[in-house]
């Protein structure tokens, strides 16, 4: 292959804005006598600037309104304008279950503000803790993240470290090496981000259904985002950097054990189609692998990096994270604590795993032990569970497992 000139400015339009992604999201410093990270000071000081005009709440009780409205008018009328428009139409084509979900959402919303129905809906434990601690600080949190996860994923950064990680995958974890690709984009953009790519070229006849499956359990993990909101819930978005990195070698532990164990262990070998011959691990001739790293890394930020193309997907995954998650938690983290508050469910469903927190010696082990059993229906819960324990190691702990 002929090797194509790279221009200096080629070189720092990657390398900047990945780096500067990096700073914001992923760099700890102190900031009044406390180790943080940027994206959490920004949120915070803009979540106080809002709140210092108009309560945040009334915002959230506005956008769940009319995600409501919206999803309600696609799903009778199928208005042009929403057919039209594909973030509108992102944000209002659900099925009836969410569609219920969003509804109960701004009915839980409109009880807590107004104090309307049984306390054990709106009262500080339960729908006043979601509404006015959890959410408002989303709110904030989702606006600034939005707005920053672009610099990590738009400019180069993934297809570069990709192809240093390529070697590795077939040898440690017995992967095909373009599966590196679809690695990082699940723990930098998103676990369904590596989902969707991996089945794509599963059905391309890039992996085999093993391939597929490992890759699709062990590597795809939820988004920095979504660690974000973890971590807001539990109030640890200082220690995200620490927090990420546990997550990302508990992940590689995870790769190297739960392939050898059933059910993957038992999956076929066999592809879903003719076998397509592995091309993306090769580096071509004339390249070594900087020089490799660079050309994808800066094909990337010259097809997606300029800053119409920067502030539209910025725009569109804020709005899409406001209409289409805040809603969800705030029926799902309003009945969840409710149960937990009133009943003894999650008590008695986390029982087995008390004495192994015991012997850890985790402070709050019979909170913690709940919140175990319940990730498994949904990874947010929790968070929200164990946003009243005292520790923070416990709480640290929990939105890990989460």
Not at 23 to 30: D, G, I
């Amino acid at each position: 292959m002929k090797k194509e000139s790279i221009s200096i400015k080629d070189i720092l339009w990657f390398i900047i804005p990945s780096l500067f992604g990096v700073l914001l999201l992923m760099t700890p410093f102190k900031y009044n006598g406390m180790t943080t990270v940027a994206v959490s000071v920004i949120s915070k000081t803009i979540n106080q600037w809002i709140n210092a005009v108009f309560p945040i709440h009334y915002i959230i009780l506005l956008i769940i309104f009319i995600s409501c409205v919206l999803a309600l008018c696609y799903r009778l009328f199928r208005p042009s304008f929403i057919e039209k428009n594909d973030l509108l139409k992102e944000i209002s084509d659900i099925t009836i279950f969410w569609l219920i979900i969003r509804l109960i959402g701004l009915a839980l919303g409109l009880m807590t503000v107004l104090h309307i129905g049984p306390e054990m809906v709106w009262g500080k434990e339960t729908g006043g803790l979601i509404l006015f601690d959890l959410i408002g600080g989303l709110f904030t949190i989702f606006l600034a993240a939005g707005f920053i996860l672009p610099f990590l994923t738009e400019f180069g950064l993934l297809e570069f470290v990709g192809v240093f990680l390529t070697p590795i995958m077939r040898p440690f974890f017995q992967l095909p090496g373009r599966s590196a690709v679809n690695c990082v984009a699940s723990f930098v953009g998103d676990g369904t981000i590596g989902i969707a790519l991996t089945d794509k070229q599963y059905v391309e006849g890039y992996y085999t259904s093993r391939e597929a499956a490992t890759i699709s359990t062990t590597f795809s993990a939820v988004s920095i985002t979504f660690c974000l909101v973890v971590l807001q819930n539990v109030g640890l978005t200082d220690y995200f950097g620490h927090f990420y990195l546990t997550v990302i070698i508990s992940s590689v532990v995870c790769a190297f054990i739960i392939p050898y164990i059933p059910p993957l262990s038992r999956q076929s070998n066999s592809y879903y189609t003719k076998p397509k011959k592995e091309t993306s691990e090769v580096i071509p001739d004339g390249y070594n692998k900087i020089e490799w790293g660079l050309k994808l890394a800066i094909d990337k930020s010259k097809a997606n990096g300029n800053m119409k193309t920067f502030v539209n997907n910025a725009s569109k995954t804020v709005l899409s994270l406001w209409f289409g998650v805040m809603p969800t938690i705030m029926t799902v983290g309003t009945i969840a604590l409710i149960i937990s508050v009133s009943t003894p469910i999650f008590k008695i469903l986390g029982t087995p795993f008390l004495p192994f927190l015991e012997l850890l010696g985790i402070p709050e082990a019979d909170i913690a032990s709940q919140t175990m059993i319940v990730g498994f229906s949904d990874m947010v819960v929790p968070s929200i569970m164990a946003a009243e324990i005292h520790s923070e190691m416990t709480r640290f702990i929990v939105a890990t497992v989460s």
